[in-house]
C-alpha cells in the first residue's frame, strides 16, 4: 500500500475504474454487486470488511437512485453527505473524512459536483497512479527485496566455525592508495567469526561491509557487532552497516522475528552511537541493542557457546603524559562445543605490555595488529608508544612461549601500515627467523590478508588456490606493489 492508503483505497480505486469507462447501466451496476459479493468470500479482507460492504451498499445505491433519475440520485447524494458530515471526526484520512472525499468524488463523477476536498491538505489519493509510477512502488522493483533475495544464499556454511580475515590496510592508507592509482582496489576492513551459526563483526572499519559482502556474507550473518576503540580503521564501517541492517532487517518479512544487533563498544564508539540513536538518525532500538565496554570489567558478551572476554590495551595516550586512556581494549573469543573449546584473542591496536601476555598465553590463535615499524623498533631499541610494532609481536611471541607451558601456536599479525611500501611478507619472514634463532620453531605466523580463512576447531588455514584447509601452508611472496598475499597449500606451492 502506498502512504496514506487504508484498505479501502483499493476498493475506491476499483469502483471509480469501472464508472470511468461508462455510463451508468445495468451491467455496470451488476457489476458491482458481484465485486461486493466476491470481496465478502475473499479471506484477505479481515477487520474492515463491514465498512467495505456498507460503502459498497451506498455506492450501488446510489448507482441505483441515479440510474432511475438523475434527480433522485442527486437527493440520495446529498442525503448521504449530510449523514456523513456529522459522523465525521473532520481531520484524519483513516476513518469517515476519507469516506467523504469518496462521497464526493462519486459526486463529481456522476452529477458534476466540486470536490473541493482535493484542493484541501487531507487529499486522499483514491485514483490510481500512473502504470509508470506505481510500478517504481511495488516490492519488486525495491533494491531491499533484491538485496535480501542476493544475500539469502546459504553462505554461512562456508564460513561457520571460522574467522574470516576481513582487514587489508589500517587507517587512511587504503584511500590514498586508490586515490594514487585511481582504483578502488585497496581496502581497510575488520573480522568476522562465526561459532555455530552465531556470527561476530570485529572492529568493523573502512571497507569493511564491502568486504564481508565480497566474501558472500551480509549484514543478516552478523548477531554482534565489536569496537575495541573509535579509530577509522575500527568502526568507520558502523554506521554503515547499522543502516543497511535496518533496512534488511526491516524488509526482511520471511523472518519470524526482528533480526537484532548487539553492539559492543568502547566508550567513545558507544557514544557516537549514543547520539545517533537519541537524534534518531540511526541505532534504532528495533534492530539493536547497544553494551558499553569497559576493558576489564565484566561487561561479556555470552551465548551458550562462545564467551568473549575484554582486557584492557594501551594505544592512545593522555595528552602530555606517559598514560593511556582507558577505553580502548582487545578480545578472547572462547568457543566452546561439546568436545573442546578453542580460544582466539584478537591483540587489537595496543604498544606491548607485560599484561598482554596474559590475556594472550591461553590462547589457540592470536590476532596480533602490528601497524608500521621503524628502524629503533625493528632494532629494538625503542619500543612504539602505540602500537606493537615489530618489538612488540617478537616480544609478545617469545615471552608466551617461554613464560608458559601452553602457548599460542598461530599467530596472524594484522594491520600492516603499508605506507611506505609492502612490507608483510619480509616483516613476517624476518621475524620467524629471530624467533627461530631463539629456540622457538612451532609458531606459525602469517601475515593477514582479506579473504584468508582459519578454521577455529582444527586451527587449520584454507590454500588460497585450490580452497582445501591444511595445516601447513606456505606464504607466497606478493609480487606486485600491495598485490594479495596468497597462504598455499604444499601441493599449489610447488
Ligand atoms: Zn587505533
Ligand atoms: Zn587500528
Ligand atoms: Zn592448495
Same mark, same amino acid.
Given at each position: 500500500m502506498?502512504?496514506?492508503?487504508?484498505?479501502?483505497?483499493?476498493?475506491?480505486?476499483?469502483?471509480?475504474?469501472?464508472?470511468?469507462?461508462?455510463?451508468?447501466?445495468?451491467?455496470?451496476?451488476?457489476?458491482?454487486?458481484?465485486?461486493?459479493?466476491?470481496?465478502?468470500?475473499?479471506?484477505?479482507?479481515?477487520?474492515?470488511?463491514?465498512?467495505?460492504?456498507?460503502?459498497?451498499?451506498?455506492?450501488?445505491?446510489?448507482?441505483?437512485?441515479?440510474?432511475?433519475?438523475?434527480?433522485?440520485?442527486?437527493?440520495?447524494?446529498?442525503?448521504?453527505l449530510?449523514?456523513l458530515?456529522?459522523?465525521?471526526?473532520?481531520s484524519?484520512?483513516?476513518?469517515?473524512?476519507?469516506?467523504?472525499?469518496?462521497?464526493?468524488e462519486?459526486?463529481?463523477?456522476l452529477l458534476?459536483?466540486?470536490?473541493?476536498?482535493?484542493?484541501?491538505?487531507t487529499y486522499?489519493?483514491?485514483?490510481?497512479?500512473?502504470?509508470?509510477?506505481?510500478r517504481?512502488?511495488?516490492?519488486?522493483?525495491?533494491?531491499?527485496?533484491?538485496?535480501?533475495?542476493?544475500?539469502?544464499?546459504?553462505?554461512?556454511?562456508?564460513?561457520?566455525?571460522?574467522?574470516?580475515?576481513?582487514?587489508?590496510?589500517?587507517?587512511?592508507?587504503?584511500?590514498?592508495?586508490?586515490?594514487?592509482?585511481?582504483?578502488?582496489?585497496?581496502?581497510?576492513?575488520?573480522?568476522?567469526?562465526?561459532?555455530?551459526?552465531y556470527?561476530?563483526?570485529?572492529?568493523?572499519?573502512?571497507?569493511?561491509?564491502?568486504?564481508l559482502?565480497?566474501?558472500g556474507?551480509s549484514?543478516?550473518?552478523?548477531?554482534?557487532?565489536?569496537i575495541?576503540?573509535?579509530?577509522?580503521?575500527?568502526?568507520?564501517?558502523?554506521?554503515l552497516?547499522?543502516?543497511?541492517?535496518?533496512s534488511?532487517?526491516?524488509?526482511d518479512?520471511?523472518?519470524?522475528?526482528?533480526?537484532?544487533?548487539?553492539?559492543?563498544?568502547?566508550e567513545?564508539?558507544?557514544?557516537?552511537?549514543?547520539?545517533?540513536?537519541?537524534?534518531?538518525?540511526?541505532?534504532?532500538?528495533?534492530?539493536?541493542?547497544?553494551?558499553?565496554?569497559?576493558?576489564?570489567?565484566?561487561?561479556?558478551?555470552?551465548?551458550?557457546?562462545?564467551?568473549?572476554?575484554?582486557?584492557?590495551?594501551?594505544h592512545?595516550?593522555?595528552?602530555?603524559?606517559?598514560?593511556?586512556?582507558?577505553?580502548?581494549?582487545?578480545?578472547?573469543?572462547?568457543?566452546k562445543?561439546?568436545v573442546?573449546?578453542?580460544?582466539?584473542?584478537?591483540?587489537?591496536?595496543?604498544k606491548?605490555?607485560?599484561?598482554?601476555?596474559?590475556?594472550?598465553?591461553?590462547?589457540?590463535?592470536?590476532?596480533?595488529?602490528i601497524s608500521?615499524?621503524?628502524?629503533d623498533d625493528?632494532?629494538?631499541?625503542?619500543?612504539k608508544?602505540?602500537?606493537?610494532?615489530?618489538?612488540g609481536?617478537?616480544?609478545l611471541?617469545?615471552?608466551?612461549?617461554?613464560?608458559?607451558?601452553?602457548?599460542?601456536?598461530?599467530?596472524?599479525?594484522?594491520?600492516?601500515?603499508?605506507?611506505?611500501?609492502?612490507?608483510?611478507?619480509?616483516i613476517?619472514?624476518?621475524?620467524?627467523?629471530?624467533?627461530?634463532?631463539?629456540?622457538? =620453531? /612451532?609458531i606459525? +605466523?602469517?601475515?593477514?590478508? %582479506? &579473504?584468508?580463512?582459519y578454521? #577455529? @576447531?582444527?586451527?587449520?588455514i584454507? !590454500?588460497?588456490?585450490c580452497?582445501q584447509? =591444511? /595445516?601447513e601452508? +606456505?606464504?607466497?611472496?606478493? %609480487? &606486485?606493489?600491495?598485490?594479495? #598475499? @596468497?597462504?598455499?597449500?604444499?601441493? !599449489?606451492?610447488?
Amino acid at each position: 500500500m502506498q502512504k496514506n492508503e487504508t484498505m479501502l483505497t483499493p476498493v475506491y480505486r476499483y469502483v471509480f475504474s469501472v464508472l470511468d469507462e461508462s455510463a451508468v447501466t445495468e451491467d455496470r451496476i451488476r457489476q458491482m454487486r458481484v465485486f461486493k459479493s466476491h470481496l465478502r468470500k475473499s479471506a484477505c479482507i479481515l477487520t474492515e470488511t463491514k465498512e467495505i460492504e456498507s460503502i459498497l451498499d451506498c455506492t450501488i445505491e446510489l448507482l441505483e437512485r441515479f440510474h432511475e433519475s438523475e434527480e433522485i440520485g442527486q437527493d440520495f447524494w446529498n442525503n448521504k453527505l449530510k449523514a456523513l458530515q456529522c459522523d465525521s471526526c473532520q481531520s484524519c484520512y483513516h476513518c469517515k473524512k476519507c469516506r467523504i472525499y469518496y462521497w464526493k468524488e462519486l459526486g463529481e463523477v456522476l452529477l458534476q459536483k466540486t470536490n473541493d476536498e482535493k484542493k484541501s491538505k487531507t487529499y486522499f489519493p483514491v485514483r490510481s497512479l500512473p502504470d509508470e509510477i506505481q510500478r517504481h512502488l511495488e516490492p519488486s522493483a525495491s533494491i531491499s527485496t533484491l538485496y535480501l533475495s542476493r544475500i539469502k544464499r546459504d553462505s554461512i556454511g562456508v564460513f561457520r566455525n571460522k574467522f574470516l580475515m576481513l582487514k587489508g590496510m589500517s587507517s587512511s592508507t587504503p584511500a590514498m592508495l586508490n586515490n594514487i592509482f585511481d582504483t578502488n582496489d585497496y581496502v581497510g576492513g575488520g573480522f568476522y567469526l562465526n561459532w555455530n551459526g552465531y556470527g561476530v563483526a570485529i572492529d568493523p572499519g573502512y571497507s569493511f561491509v564491502h568486504n564481508l559482502h565480497h566474501y558472500g556474507l551480509s549484514v543478516l550473518d552478523v548477531q554482534a557487532v565489536i569496537i575495541t576503540h573509535e579509530h577509522i580503521d575500527h568502526n568507520n564501517d558502523m554506521r554503515l552497516l547499522d543502516d543497511l541492517h535496518f533496512s534488511a532487517a526491516r524488509f526482511d518479512e520471511e523472518k519470524e522475528k526482528t533480526h537484532i544487533i548487539d553492539w559492543y563498544m568502547d566508550e567513545i564508539s558507544y557514544a557516537m552511537a549514543s547520539v545517533l540513536r537519541t537524534e534518531r538518525s540511526g541505532f534504532k532500538e528495533e534492530t539493536c541493542r547497544l553494551h558499553r565496554v569497559m576493558a576489564g570489567d565484566s561487561a561479556e558478551l555470552k551465548t551458550n557457546e562462545l564467551d568473549v572476554t575484554f582486557f584492557p590495551t594501551k594505544h592512545i595516550p593522555k595528552d602530555g603524559t606517559y598514560n593511556y586512556k582507558e577505553h580502548t581494549f582487545g578480545c578472547s573469543f572462547c568457543c566452546k562445543n561439546k568436545v573442546q573449546k578453542k580460544i582466539i584473542t584478537y591483540t587489537s591496536d595496543t604498544k606491548y605490555f607485560n599484561g598482554l601476555l596474559e590475556a594472550v598465553k591461553e590462547a589457540d590463535m592470536v590476532i596480533a595488529n602490528i601497524s608500521g615499524i621503524y628502524e629503533d623498533d625493528y632494532m629494538q631499541i625503542k619500543e612504539k608508544s602505540t602500537h606493537l610494532g615489530y618489538g612488540g609481536c617478537y616480544n609478545l611471541i617469545r615471552k608466551c612461549s617461554e613464560k608458559y607451558g601452553r602457548y599460542p601456536r598461530f599467530y596472524f599479525l594484522s594491520e600492516f601500515w603499508n605506507g611506505k611500501s609492502d612490507i608483510r611478507y619480509d616483516i613476517v619472514k624476518c621475524l620467524k627467523r629471530e624467533l627461530e634463532e631463539q629456540g622457538i =620453531t /612451532d609458531i606459525r +605466523i602469517i601475515p593477514s590478508e %582479506t &579473504g584468508m580463512l582459519y578454521d #577455529i @576447531e582444527d586451527g587449520s588455514i584454507q !590454500c588460497s588456490q585450490c580452497g582445501q584447509y =591444511t /595445516d601447513e601452508v +606456505i606464504v607466497k611472496r606478493p %609480487t &606486485g606493489l600491495n598485490e594479495k #598475499i @596468497e597462504v598455499l597449500c604444499r601441493e !599449489c606451492y610447488f
